[in-house]
């Protein structure tokens, strides 16, 4: 019992004790980091990120926000990614299709080398307006994990669906026409 009551185990026991007593408060106080599926599911909006990035072609920079007043197919993507190949024929001809109700597809090269991401919009003739996200830097504001990824943006600069890997032309209609 004397060596419990010596300065240095006091000291250890009333630290530990202090730092579970923080981290049980820090956690309770804090409230769930709410992914954008979920937030959606609950009706809550969620904001596009505004973030201005450069363009991949042309020089200058861009953003989600420079399509207020559109509906945007934002599009998470790399040019190694083999599911971003098969999907990018069908996001170009929707492009097209929704240029003139109001709409765009808006690509997000993300950690990818600028020439070879050049060439693959080349190679798939791509006329969408593409940013490039060297860093990843917004694809953490949005819980990218893994590519392709495409979220639906309306006109307000809400998020209101969400696809994690390869769109197809069915589901880029469900999600977009009703907001054209």
């Not at 609950?42 to 363009?55: E, F, N, W």
């Not at 945007?72 to 240029?99: D, Q």
């Not at 060297?134 to 990218?144: C, F, I, N, P």
């Amino acid at each position: 019992m004397r060596k419990l009551l010596r300065p240095v185990p006091l000291v250890v026991l009333a630290t530990t004790i202090a730092l579970v007593g923080l981290l049980a408060y820090g956690v309770a106080s804090q409230e769930p980091d709410e992914g954008v599926e979920d937030a959606i599911a609950k009706g809550r909006p969620v904001a596009a990120p505004t973030t201005s990035l450069p363009k991949l072609v042309g020089g200058g920079e861009g953003s989600v926000a420079d399509y207020r007043g559109k509906v945007v197919v934002l599009n998470y993507w790399a040019s190694w990614c083999k599911p971003c190949r098969t999907e990018s024929p069908a996001l170009e001809r929707f492009h097209r299709e929704i240029v003139a109700k109001g709409g765009t597809v808006l690509g997000v090269d993300v950690l990818d080398v600028a020439s070879d991401a050049r060439d693959f919009v080349k190679e798939f003739g791509l006329t969408y307006p593409m940013l490039r996200d060297a860093d990843g830097s917004t694809q953490r504001e949005l819980g990218v994990l893994a590519y392709p990824e495409t979220f639906v943006v309306d006109k307000a600069g809400k998020i209101t669906a969400v696809k994690r890997g390869p769109v197809d032309e069915a589901w880029l209609r469900r999600e977009t026409e009703p907001l054209l």
